[in-house]
């Protein structure tokens, strides 16, 4: 079975390659447009957001994330790093069960925690802004379940 069939096929994290962690600052962003990162400011110099610094520490964000994080649909926790505060999803797609990766970090700074948010789709060129809509909502929960917490 080719690997792209194995990922349409798949359900949950099957058929993914192995999850790693990711080095933001010096993660090399794909030339397809098909991927969206948020980043701290001076976090990425290719960031396509920039996130204010979180007015909390990255210990008290990690739990808020990961409980935001899990009420996505069709999203499931591939690999969680808490020494790193960083964990990978996997969300698919509703129609066609496109599977298209997130990865998050919380790291401490001076100034509160700075956040990373990485979405990108496993395949095809373009996402048709798939990738920055999904940022765009993750940004918007958590900063609302911070509120609340």
């Known amino acids: 079975m080719s690997g792209t069939l194995r990922l349409l096929l798949g359900r949950g994290a099957a058929g993914l390659p192995p999850a790693v962690p990711i080095d933001f600052p010096s993660l090399v962003l794909p030339a397809s447009p098909n991927t969206c990162l948020a980043a701290p400011p001076g976090g990425h110099p290719r960031a396509h957001l920039t996130v204010p610094l ?11 994330l990961l409980r935001v994080a899990a009420g996505f ?17 996997v969300e698919r797609s509703a129609l066609v069960n ?12 001076a100034g509160g925690a700075g956040f990373f948010l990485y979405s990108r789709s496993l395949l095809g060129w373009s996402d048709l802004g798939v990738n920055r809509r999904r940022v765009d909502r993750w940004l918007a929960a958590f900063e609302a379940a911070l509120r609340q917490a």
């Open 54 to 64: 979180l007015p909390i520490s990255a210990a008290t964000a990690w739990p808020v």
């Open 73 to 89: 649909p069709r999203t499931t926790l591939v690999q969680a790093w808490p020494d790193r505060r960083q964990a990978q999803w």
């Open 98 to 109: 496109f599977p298209d990766v997130i990865v998050a970090e919380l790291v401490s700074g």
